[in-house]
C-alpha cells in the first residue's frame, strides 16, 4: 500500500525561526493536505492542495504540491509558542469510491520562548 | 465553516459494556464519514469509511461486528464500541468529507477508557 515519509520526526526550534517539514510517498496523490493536532484534541485543516506544482499560504505557513505529485512541503515562518503540536501530512487519492487520506507519522514541533 | 462535532468527548465504562460516540457536520453535509483511532504518539490509523445509506467499509483487521457504524443521515455518523475491553481504550477521531472541497475536517476527537 501507499506509505508517506515525513520529516523530521521532530524538531526543537527558538521563537522567530522558521521551520520547514515535508513529505514523500512511493506513489501519487491527487490531494495534499497538512494538518496540525494539539494535544487531546483531533487534527485541524491548515492547508490543502489540489494541483501538481500549486503553492499556497496561509498567514505564515505556506505549503507546495511537488510536480511529481510525490511530494510536499510546508514551511512556517517566523514561527511563535502557540505553533507548538503535532504536524500532519496527508495524501488523498480522490476519484470512484476511494477518498482515503494516507497521513504521514508526524513531525512534533516544540518552541522555546 | 466545515465544524465536525464529536460526542461525548471522554467516556470511561466497565468491560462488557458498549459505547456509541456520535459524529456530526454541523454546517455541511457529509456522503462519506471516516473513524479513525489514535494511540498515543502515533499518527491516526482508519478503522473504516461510512456511506451515508449503505454499509460502512472497514479495514484489514478491524471487527465489523466489534465496532458499528451507522451513517443514517447527511450530518450523523455513529460508531459503536461492542462489548468494550481495556485494549479498546483509545482516542477515536472522526472526520467528514466535504465534497465540494474534496477535504476532509476532523471532529474533536473521543477518549474511551475501559475499565
Known amino acids: 500500500g501507499q506509505q508517506l515519509n515525513q520529516s523530521p520526526q521532530s524538531m526543537f526550534i527558538q521563537e522567530g525561526e522558521d521551520v520547514s517539514m515535508n513529505c514523500t510517498s512511493s506513489?501519487?496523490?491527487?490531494?495534499w493536505l497538512w494538518y496540525k493536532q494539539d494535544p487531546g484534541e483531533g487534527p485541524v485543516l491548515l492547508i490543502a492542495l489540489y494541483k501538481a506544482g500549486e503553492l499556497t499560504s496561509n498567514g505564515r505557513l505556506t505549503a507546495q504540491f511537488g510536480i511529481t505529485r510525490k511530494d510536499s512541503f510546508l514551511n512556517i515562518s517566523a514561527s511563535i509558542p502557540s505553533d507548538v503540536g503535532i504536524y500532519f501530512c496527508a495524501g488523498q487519492l480522490s476519484g470512484g469510491s476511494n477518498y482515503k487520506l494516507t497521513f504521514g507519522k508526524g513531525t512534533l514541533l516544540t518552541v522555546n520562548p | 465553516g466545515a465544524v465536525v462535532s464529536q460526542h461525548p468527548s471522554r467516556v470511561i465504562c466497565k468491560s462488557g459494556t458498549s459505547v456509541k460516540i456520535e459524529c456530526r457536520s454541523l454546517d455541511f453535509q457529509a456522503t462519506t464519514m471516516f473513524w479513525y483511532r489514535q494511540f498515543p504518539k502515533q499518527s491516526l490509523m482508519l478503522m473504516a469509511t461510512s456511506n451515508e445509506g449503505s454499509k460502512a467499509t472497514y479495514e484489514q483487521g478491524v471487527e465489523k461486528d466489534k465496532f458499528l457504524i451507522n451513517h443514517a443521515s447527511l450530518t450523523l455518523s455513529t460508531l459503536t464500541v461492542t462489548s468494550a475491553h481495556p485494549e479498546d481504550s483509545s482516542f477515536y477521531i472522526c472526520s467528514a468529507r466535504d465534497w465540494k472541497w474534496e477535504t476532509q475536517y476532523f471532529g474533536p476527537g473521543t477518549r474511551l477508557l475501559v475499565l
Open positions: 506513489s501519487i496523490f491527487n490531494t
